[in-house]
């Protein structure tokens, strides 16, 4: 066997393996062992029939499919590890066979591969440096979200439904007159103020009391996910069959013990500490992203599709667990928005460029600049996650998986990164409270 690989069409590389007539042979006689019992000839035992009896009755080509893929299965792979200091595979090869005769066979792979990133500049830019601040009402309007999230529901039934409460209704849309698909439901627990539904439907559904039934004009959105229904009038009959208000703890110090602290001082202390904490990692986050966006304005890459749809695979599996945590399961919904799983994910597809693109910027200056993690470093990160979990260094290490290892390498690197773009760029700080 042997082989070459030139560059192709956008971000592609071709691999042209060619295999002698032995190979070929051999790949044949494996298949037809592998493939035999499959076939019957009368007069023959089943699985028993000679190979050149098969492919007279069946056609010479009968194991040649199987024979390719053995083929490719045992050179592939050794081939991509090979030629891994000169290109990364990042999506499944398109495979043809470019020719089969005595002589010789021709297997061609275009693999996707990771492009390279031309970077206009990275240094002595101006970038925003996110600041997020805590402040005394940061504190209290998170103690009075805390306080709305344990609130016992009471029923009301003295006065109309408000902003906040939770209603039962019966609702059953139409547009001209005509029920359209998923715009009904019957006993549905909606919370008003929510913003669940479509602008308009919740605040005229507010004022309404037990027993009354209402029509509820609203117009969907343009950007709607149902592509029938974008910028489209509607009607939705509306029966509210409960009302079920809050019953707000108050802020005393058994509210401060329920929350784990002795007192409300001790608890607004931890409350502070918490929401600082957050603030930090997000004024961090936001600043990371703030560099390598405002480096990417100037960076070109030809990125392969495979990329792309790996990244919107994420972000769509994203969303499947977010739904999962409310009890939605992502077809159920699909279904609901009359989308398919394909067509969903071209949602992303801008951002999962833009995101693709700044993960090949970051890994291009890492390697411009020979940032590097020492061994030192990473023991350090090791024996930090070892007493996060109560163990000893040496006992953690050994637990490891290669690739945890690499992870904390590669964490490193990014970290020294951003420090080394903080100090090489015009940071201009920009400081909000929380």
Known sequence: MKYTVKPAEKSTVKITITFTPDEWHAANDKAYVQNRKKYAVNGFRKGKVPKHILEMYYGKGLFYEDALNLLYGEHFGAIIEKEK??????????????????????????????????????????????????????????????????????????????????????????????????????????????????????????????????????????????????????????????????????????????????????????????????????????????????IAKGAKAEIPDAMIDRQEEQSLRKLEYNLMYQGIKLDDYLKYIGSTREDYKKNFEEDARNTVLQQLIVEKIIKLENITASQEEIDAKIEEQAKSVGKEAAEYKKTMDPRQIEYIDGDIKVTKLFEFLKANNEMVKEVKPV
């Open 85 to 294: 200091d000169h290109f990364t595979e990042v999506g499944e090869p398109a495979l043809s066979v470019e020719d089969i005769s005595e002589k010789q066979v021709v297997m061609v792979a275009q693999v996707p591969v990771k492009p390279d990133v031309e970077i206009e500049t990275y240094k002595g830019i101006k970038i925003t440096e996110y600041e997020y601040t805590v402040t005394d009402e940061s504190v209290e309007k998170d103690i009075e979200s805390t306080r709305e999230r344990i609130a016992e529901k009471v029923a009301v039934t003295d006065r109309p439904a408000k902003e906040g409460d939770t209603v039962n209704i019966d609702f059953k849309g139409t547009l001209d007159g005509k029920e359209f698909e998923g715009g009904s439901a019957e006993k549905y627990d909606l919370t008003l103020g929510s913003h669940q539904f479509i602008p308009g439907f919740e605040e005229q559904v507010a004022g309404m009391s037990i027993g009354e039934k209402k029509d509820v004009n609203v117009t969907f959105p343009d950007d709607y996910q149902v592509e029938d229904l974008k910028g489209k009038p509607a009607v939705f009959e509306v029966t509210l069959h409960s009302i079920q208000g809050k019953s707000l703890p108050e802020l005393n110090d058994e509210f401060a013990k329920k929350m784990g602290s002795e007192t409300m001082d001790e608890y607004r202390v931890k409350v502070k500490e918490r929401l600082q904490k957050n603030a930090e990692s997000r004024s961090r986050n936001e600043t990371e992203n703030s560099m390598v966006s405002e």
